[in-house]
Nanobody, 121 residues
């Protein structure tokens, strides 16, 4: 069984910064892609940014230049550095581990329970 635990969410004023962290634990051998998604009430979950085990990144246009994703492969941890935050960044942020290889499983996807980010104007 694999668990993802996010941390670092909270309340911040517009223009401020937050750093989210997500740690994957369990009988993991490797994780192909890790990423962050966000969701607001009544809307679908949307991509924020992803990063492969090789360091390749992808990010939504709305966060490019403000958010930076990084990971520590040895610690199965992914980070999201969020700068110049805007009220429209307010959402629950979810961590995702895609194509996980572990003891007794292959190609699995996992989600964290989410962490709330609130940006006040």
């Amino acid at each position: 069984q694999v668990q993802l635990v996010e941390s670092g969410g909270g309340l911040v004023q517009a223009g401020g910064s937050l750093r989210l962290s997500c740690v994957a634990s369990g009988s993991i051998f490797s994780i192909d892609t890790m990423g962050w998604y966000r969701q607001t009430p009544g809307n679908q979950r949307e991509l924020v940014a992803t990063i492969t085990s090789g360091g390749g990144t992808n990010a939504a246009d709305s966060v490019k230049g403000r958010f930076t994703i990084s990971r520590d492969n040895a610690k199965y941890t992914v980070y999201l550095e969020m700068n110049s935050l805007k009220p429209e960044d307010t959402a629950v942020y979810y961590c995702n581990a895609h194509n996980v290889l572990g003891a007794g499983f292959i190609g699995m996807d996992y989600w964290g329970k989410g962490t709330l980010v609130t940006v006040s104007s």
